[in-house]
């Protein structure tokens, strides 16, 4: 729906994830947003997409170094990043193989720096559209992110200091992009013709109310960001096995 990607990632918010200090980053999937606008800041990415496809256009775009792979087997020697990055994603790996991975190729002092963009319902003229199409799909515009998926890494004993900071960023709607985003909704794309002109009719009038005059509305999202820091003790401890431990009953 936003009409510009990068307008996801407010300078500031990057400058909180990976430092204002050129940087070795490996960014694990996500799509080539965020890889792209990094290495732009001047930091070296390793961009990481299992998705060959993904992979190859990273190549092809010249400014990181493609890498096809899972977050959960990362193929480089510990140690080689000060940075990880992981956008929108992080619900999609495993936690327990990922965030040991994630640990293990950091420096000492390295960080791991999970986001998530999650839209603002709050605005008044977003609720009228989430009630409008919730007349036509009561789960419609529920916004499940995947954000909650970041407890693991709250949790992690790989990652004891962890803290998180948001970031407001507002994307511009226009009259078509809006209108086209009900039209696309499946529950809406699905109805007869007749009562998908309605919905549509109304949310024409929506975006003509919403702010008189207006050539775009803003559609308010709140970039969520954790940044943690690695502790190596778990990855090096000796692993204690008690003696009754290796007694085998017959």
């Not at 990094?38 to 010249?62: C, I, P, Q």
């Amino acid at each position: 729906m936003p009409s510009s990607r990068r307008s996801q990632f407010p300078g500031q918010a990057i400058d909180w994830m990976v430092g204002s200090q050129a940087a070795r980053v490996l960014n694990l999937g996500g799509g080539a947003a965020l890889p792209q606008l990094l290495a732009s800041r001047g930091h070296t990415v390793f961009a990481l997409d299992k998705d060959l496809r993904r992979v190859e256009r990273y190549r092809d775009d010249g400014r990181m170094i493609p890498v096809a792979a899972e977050a959960e087997a990362l193929p480089f020697e510990p140690c080689q990043f000060e940075v990880v990055t992981c956008h929108q994603v992080f619900h999609r790996f495993a936690p327990g193989r990922a965030l040991s991975e994630m640990a293990r190729v950091l420096r000492p002092g390295g960080v791991a720096s999970v986001s998530y963009l999650v839209r603002d319902d709050s605005v008044p003229w977003v609720k009228r559209l989430v009630k409008l199409l919730r007349q036509v799909d009561e789960n419609a515009m529920r916004g499940d992110y995947g954000h909650e998926s970041v407890q693991a890494l709250v949790d992690s004993k790989y990652f004891p200091e962890v803290e998180q900071h948001s970031f407001r960023v507002w994307q511009t709607v226009d009259r078509p992009t809006l209108l086209a985003m009900v039209g696309n909704q499946p529950a809406v794309a699905a109805l007869d013709e007749e009562l998908r002109q309605m919905v549509l009719t109304e949310a024409a009038q929506l975006y003509d109310s919403a702010v008189p005059g207006a050539d775009d509305l803003r559609l308010p999202y709140t970039m969520h960001v954790w940044r943690a820091w690695v502790d190596h003790v778990e990855l090096t401890a000796p692993i204690e096995i008690d003696d009754t431990g290796l007694v085998i009953p017959l």
